[in-house]
Structure formats: structure tokens, C-alpha cells
């Protein structure tokens, strides 16, 4: 069984750093793409970006891109979602997700609720 | 505002049927497959329907997707409470090289 763990929820000031983590087990880590999605509060989906672990090859979206950091350890079937520099706007729900074929987003992890307030 | 264009709500009640839009262009849509997402309140979303109309195990038959053009839907059939949630759709766009969602659809069993 797919299981993605994550990191626990987060309380953080602005301009803060931060890093999150995604356990994987259940399946051969560095063979499927794994992204972020985020939630904010009372607000729909949206996706951040995803790391092909057996070569770090990262894609971002648009939106997301230069405002945060995918990375991803192979040795400890482990992502990571990164902030240099927190902003009250970054307070929201993220959930790590497997891609799947079609890039469907096959397992969700439970999510990490990230506060940043001052 | 989101790339694909869904309902904010609908509703129906216990043990009728409910569809759910979802529309896109070309890009989206048109050139890729696409999968619904079921959010109960509270919980992380959950892979319902994936390449237009395929469910994963686990998943009842109650639930269905199609693919036509630019546009997508969500059926269930059957409706229980339980399935009061939020439902998303999401696609890869090409154009973007990115995953693009809908809004969110709220169900209400009422």
C-alpha cells in the first residue's frame, strides 16, 4: 500500500525559513514523480510543482516558481518542500501527492497545515 | 481563478443522481486525460475517477466520469450523505506544463 507521511503542522513568522517532508513507502521511490498541491484556507487546489527523485529533475508551476524549493533524498524515500523567506500569504494546508500515469495524482499525503503570522 | 470551470455547488437528494462539469480548452482538456478529486471536510482529497472514466479499486461503480471535447463530467448515482464533499477536477495543461484543477464543486445531499 502507497503511503505518504508527512511532517507536522508548522507555526512560523514572516521572513522566516522553513522546510517540510514527505515520508514514501509502499513503492520504489525514485521512479515516480511526487509534487505538492496547495490548499489554503477555505480555497480550492492548487499544484506547486513535482521532483522525479531518481534524477532531481524539478518542475514548477508558474505560479510557484522561484517562491519555493522541491527536493528529494532517494536514500530515505523522503521529499521536501522549502521557503527561504515565509509571508503571511504562504498560511495554507500542503499535501505531497504521487503522480501517477496521465499525471494523476494517484496517493495524497495527510497535509501539513503551515501558519505564518507575526 | 482557476484554468478549468466548475459549478461552486450542487445538490440533490438521497439516492438520485448528480453530475458534476468541468470545462477546459485545448490545451487541458482537450490534449490530456483527465481526473476527479473527492475532499471530505476535513480530510485530504482522494483520486475518485482517473483518464477520463477509470476508478481506482475501492472506488464504487456508483461513481463515473466522461470526456467529450474540452469538457468533463462527474457522475454519481445513488447518492448518500456520505458524499457530501468537495469534488475537483484536474488535467496536466500543456501550454503551462503544469497540473490545472476546478474551483471546487460543494455536493449537498439533501
Known amino acids: 500500500e502507497v503511503q505518504l507521511v508527512q511532517s507536522g503542522a508548522e507555526v512560523k513568522k514572516p521572513g522566516e525559513s522553513l522546510r517540510i517532508s514527505c515520508k514514501a513507502s509502499?513503492?520504489?521511490?525514485?521512479?515516480?514523480?511526487i509534487g505538492w498541491v496547495r490548499q489554503m484556507p477555505g480555497k480550492g487546489l492548487e499544484w506547486m510543482g513535482f521532483?522525479?527523485?531518481?534524477?532531481?529533475?524539478?518542475r514548477y508551476s508558474p505560479s510557484f516558481q522561484g517562491q519555493v524549493t522541491i527536493s528529494a533524498d532517494k536514500s530515505i524515500s523522503t521529499a521536501s518542500l522549502q521557503w527561504s523567506s515565509l509571508e503571511a500569504s504562504d498560511t495554507a494546508m500542503y499535501y505531497c501527492?504521487?503522480?501517477?500515469?496521465?499525471?494523476?495524482?494517484?496517493?495524497w499525503g495527510q497535509g501539513t497545515l503551515v501558519t505564518v503570522s507575526s | 481563478q482557476s484554468v478549468l470551470t466548475q459549478p461552486p455547488s450542487v445538490s440533490a437528494a438521497p439516492g438520485q443522481k448528480v453530475t458534476i462539469s468541468c470545462s477546459g480548452s485545448?490545451?487541458?482538456?482537450?490534449?490530456?486525460?483527465v481526473s476527479w478529486y473527492q475532499q471530505l471536510p476535513g480530510t485530504a482529497p482522494k483520486l475518485l475517477v482517473y483518464?477520463?472514466?477509470k476508478r481506482p479499486s475501492g472506488i464504487p461503480d456508483r461513481c463515473s466520469g466522461s470526456k467529450s471535447g474540452t469538457s468533463a463530467t462527474l457522475g454519481i448515482t445513488g447518492l448518500q450523505t456520505g458524499d457530501e464533499a468537495d469534488y475537483y477536477c484536474?488535467?496536466?495543461?500543456?501550454?503551462?506544463?503544469?497540473?490545472?484543477f476546478g474551483g471546487g464543486t460543494k455536493l449537498t445531499v439533501l
Open positions: 509502499g513503492y520504489i521511490f525514485s521512479t515516480s514523480w
Open positions: 485545448s490545451s487541458n482538456i482537450g490534449s490530456n486525460y
Open positions: 484536474g488535467t496536466w495543461d500543456s501550454s503551462l506544463s503544469a497540473v490545472v
Open positions: 521532483i522525479y527523485p531518481s534524477d532531481s529533475d524539478t
Open positions: 483518464d477520463n472514466n
Open positions: 501527492v504521487r503522480h501517477g500515469g496521465g499525471q494523476r495524482l494517484d496517493s
